[in-house]
T-cell receptor, first 111, second 112 residues
Framework: EDQVTQSPEALRLQEGESSSLNCSYTVSGLRGLFWYRQDPGKGPEFLFTLYSAGEEKEKERLKATLTKKESFLHITAPKPEDSATYLC????????????WGAGTKLIIKP | DTAVSQTPKYLVTQMGNDKSIKCEQN?????MYWYKQDSKKFLKIMFS???????INETVPNRFSPKSPDKAHLNLHINSLELGDSAVYFC???????????FGSGTRLTVV
């Protein structure tokens, strides 16, 4: 069964303390992996798409990487405004439209 | 300015009632979606429309009926509401085949 697992469930960091969030997946042929950010009371906001192992994408303090089994979202020198829930989703090879979502990692950055 | 707008933002209603949630997008996207986010934060696809045509209809009770009058609008009507329907419902849109979805801000439905 296609599955996406994110870890940890929650992560508390001090401002400036770099770390990584993990998204591991088991799907029948990966067509794409997607990272979103969700703030409380709002809908998810699209961040990155990764298509193949070895690919990397960067945006400000965030960098997403992809291997054949997992993706990491690295956050460098985070600021309090980076606090949010980060969601990972994958598109399996046998689906044109459906995404399989993880439960998210709640990131809290303390000043 | 709002790209994907949903109304209402909050909906509290009694069991057995019928209610609707409206969604509109002004991005020119041709595909729209309804997602349900449960208390554990998992997002589950319910329906998807491409140019007013239903393309995804997941296993949801037939009490839920989507309607797309045009490609900029996708409404969700729910009959005979049950306690288990309580959740946050998100509308989203994209161009067909892409997954950089733009989501609305959600409708928190509480059935009492």
């Amino acid at each position: 069964e296609d599955q996406v697992t994110q870890s940890p469930e929650a992560l508390r960091l001090q401002e400036g303390e770099s770390s990584s969030l993990n998204c591991s997946y088991t799907v029948s042929g990966l067509r794409g992996l997607f990272w979103y950010r969700q703030d409380p009371g709002k809908g998810p906001e699209f961040l990155f798409t990764l298509y193949s192992a070895g690919e990397e994408k960067e945006k400000e303090r965030l960098k997403a990487t992809l291997t054949k089994k997992e993706s990491f979202l690295h956050i460098t020198a985070p600021k309090p405004e980076d606090s949010a829930t980060y969601l990972c989703a994958v598109q399996a090879g046998d689906s044109n439209y459906q995404l399989i979502w993880g439960a998210g990692t709640k990131l809290i950055i303390k000043p | 300015d709002t790209a994907v707008s949903q109304t209402p933002k909050y909906l509290v209603t009694q069991m057995g009632n019928d209610k609707s949630i409206k969604c509109e997008q002004n991005l020119g996207h041709d595909t729209m979606y309804w997602y349900k986010q449960d208390s554990k934060k998992f997002l589950k696809i319910m329906f998807s429309y491409n140019n007013k045509e239903l393309i995804i209809n997941e296993t949801v009770p037939n009490r839920f009926s989507p309607k797309s009058p045009d490609k900029a609008h996708l409404n969700l009507h729910i009959n005979s509401l049950e306690l288990g329907d309580s959740a946050v419902y998100f509308c989203a849109s994209s161009f067909a085949g892409t997954h950089g979805y733009t989501f609305g801000s959600g409708t928190r439905l509480t059935v009492v």
